[in-house]
């Protein structure tokens, strides 16, 4: 391979705003697998955010791209997998798998798409330098004749039509949306776009801690739950964005709410797999954590606390949620996801244009 833009190199990234701000391209936030794809002849390389290849676990997405991308280029986007309607990101994390045959099964029954978004090289000229008002011309014209499941990831410089994005789209399955100045340049590593992304609160039971890992006497994350319609708490995720200080504070105060043994708690039985298949609970056994320690403290479940959330996908939220407040005047029985922001179904196909 020898293209004017070579691997590795890091994505452009963005930084996070609460409003979407006017006078720049708007994009989707797309919710899967961030991908440089650098073409040259027949050689491919899908490279993720942090370098790794990701060619074997999508060989279905190589052939598309052999087959319509231009000869020699490198291109930013995003590799997404649909089901139905909508985006679904545990779908595509499965596709993730060590074992060949796996692999070549889900690209069959849960075939990946690569949504474009930004060129970075294409023949023997590199495009870094170039505003992003002409990279997305050129990446326009490049993708001309594109077909599923190779897309060219729609724009607007309309920020009431980015603004409408923002409500309609998250019910295909998307987390937002990116606002990118026409001038910029593309500058690998660096925060210089902006996301905008949804924010929505729930009052969740306090279940469970797990000690921070180089402090054992401070929490590294809050484990929280949901009741469901049958009365079972479900573990949802957990919240860790805690300053050392108040890690320590944390681990005293709910030091009165520590059990001496997992007997007639919510999640007792956590630790057999075949647990995880009814309901929802901490450490739960998958190729992401190996041989990582799932091992947690459990809490009397009597404490309700308020977190933000940006996206709920399966029955859990999608990322790491952010602690608001403590919640002395909710019932923890209260705690259901009937309380939950439900976004409107929308048809991923026109989110993709």
């Known amino acids: 391979m020898d293209l004017p833009v070579m691997p590795p190199v890091k994505p452009m990234l963005a930084k996070p705003a609460a409003r979407i701000p006017p006078g720049m391209q708007y994009e989707a936030k797309w919710d899967g697998f961030r991908c440089l794809v650098f073409r040259d002849g027949d050689e491919i390389e899908l490279a993720s955010r942090t370098g790794k290849s990701l060619v074997r676990y999508f060989p279905e997405l190589a052939d598309v791209l052999r087959a319509q991308l231009p000869a020699r280029c490198v291109l930013d986007g995003e590799i997404v997998v649909a089901l139905g309607e909508r985006l679904d990101f545990e779908a595509l994390q499965a596709r993730v798998h060590p074992a060949d045959s796996r692999v070549r099964l889900l690209a069959r029954t849960t075939p990946a798409s690569f949504v474009a978004f930004d060129l970075l090289a294409l023949d023997d000229i590199a495009a870094l330098a170039l505003p992003l008002s002409e990279r997305r011309q050129v990446l326009a014209a490049a993708l001309a004749r594109a077909r599923a499941p190779l897309h060219l990831a729609p724009a607007t410089y309309d920020v009431d039509v980015a603004r409408d994005w923002f409500r309609q789209y998250e019910g295909a399955g ?30 969740c039971v306090l279940a469970g801690l797990r000690a921070h890992k180089r402090d054992p006497a401070a929490v590294g994350s809050l484990l929280l739950g ?19 200080k108040r890690r320590r504070e944390l681990m005293e105060e709910l030091a009165p709410l520590r059990l001496d043994s997992l ?31 799932q091992s947690w403290i459990p809490l009397a479940p009597s404490r309700v606390v308020e977190v933000a959330y940006d996206h709920m996908e399966a029955g859990r939220f999608r990322h790491t949620v952010l602690f608001h407040r403590w919640r002395p005047d909710r019932d923890p029985s209260t705690c259901t996801y009937a309380q939950l922001e439900e976004p409107v179904s929308y048809d991923l196909s026109q989110a993709l244009g």
């Open 226 to 244: 949901l009741y469901d319609e049958a009365g079972v708490l479900q573990y949802v995720g957990g919240s860790s964005s805690f300053s050392e």
């Open 174 to 203: 998307l987390d937002g949306v990116i606002a990118k100045p026409l001038d910029l340049p593309y500058r690998p590593g660096e925060r210089l776009m902006i996301k905008v992304k949804h924010e929505r609160t729930a009052d």
């Open 263 to 293: 007997a007639g708690h919510p999640w007792a039985a956590w630790q057999d797999e075949s647990a995880h298949e009814l309901n929802r609970m901490p450490g739960s056994p998958n190729r992401w954590s190996g041989t990582k320690d």
